[in-house]
């Protein structure tokens, strides 16, 4: 199984896809999401997102706040921008 993932900013969507993990910094400390991840939103920091593709490649971004939700499987990163 796999997570079905997208991250977008304000003026475009950034990536979107299949992973099977994805790792982020959030307000209350470091989140890794697999599958089947009970539902959660959280807050963004400053930091790096990292989407581990179904391929076995690793997409990095550099994304400057923003919120994290996950539910069904699904991943939503809306950031404020990406450096």
Avoid: C, Y
Avoid at 14 to 43: K, Q
Avoid at 64 to 76: M, T
């Amino acid at each position: 199984m796999t997570l079905k993932v997208e991250l977008v900013s304000p003026t475009e969507r950034v990536w979107s896809g299949e992973a099977t993990s994805v790792s982020a910094r959030t307000v209350e400390g470091d989140i890794g999401v697999l599958t089947d991840h009970a539902p959660l939103f959280g807050v963004l920091v400053d930091g790096q997102v990292v989407i581990h593709g179904v391929n076995g490649d690793n997409k990095e971004f550099k994304v400057s706040g923003g919120f994290l939700s996950v539910s069904n499987n699904r991943v939503s990163i809306l950031t404020e921008s990406i450096n």
